[in-house]
Nanobody
Framework: QVQLVESGGGLVQPGGSLRLSCAASGFTFISYAMSWVRQAPGIGLEWVSDIDGGGSTNYVDSVKGRFTVSRDNAKNTEFLQMNSLKPEDTGVYYC?????????????????WGQGTQVTVAS
């Protein structure tokens, strides 16, 4: 059974940094593409970033140069390093695992989701 547990969210001032983690279990981690999706209050889901098993990455334009996605296949963990955070980055961030790589979009089909972690950027 696929299980994804996010951590690392919190309250941070504009310009600050956070590092999100997604601990995965129940599947062959390296065979899955991993994505981050966020949902701001009153707004629909927004794809943020993804990374395939080989380490190829994609980012939404609004976070390019500020966010870095990575994965440790030995530890079954995905990370999202978020720097220079802005108030518009506020939202619930979800980790998603998909057996097929669905780049630059919110994964559908057999994708599995974590419970989400809240990120709030405010002064």
């Amino acid at each position: 059974q696929v299980q994804l547990v996010e951590s690392g969210g919190g309250l941070v001032q504009p310009g600050g940094s956070l590092r999100l983690s997604c601990a995965a279990s129940g599947f062959t981690f390296i065979s899955y593409a991993m994505s981050w999706v966020r949902q701001a209050p009153g707004i629909g889901l927004e794809w943020v970033s993804d990374i395939d098993g080989g380490g190829s990455t994609n980012y939404v334009d609004s976070v390019k140069g500020r966010f870095t996605v990575s994965r440790d296949n030995a530890k079954n963990t995905e990370f999202l390093q978020m720097n220079s955070l802005k108030p518009e980055d506020t939202g619930v961030y979800y980790c998603i695992a998909s057996p097929t790589f669905q780049p630059m979009c919110v994964p559908r089909g057999l994708a599995s989701w974590g419970q989400g972690t809240q990120v709030t950027v405010a002064s």
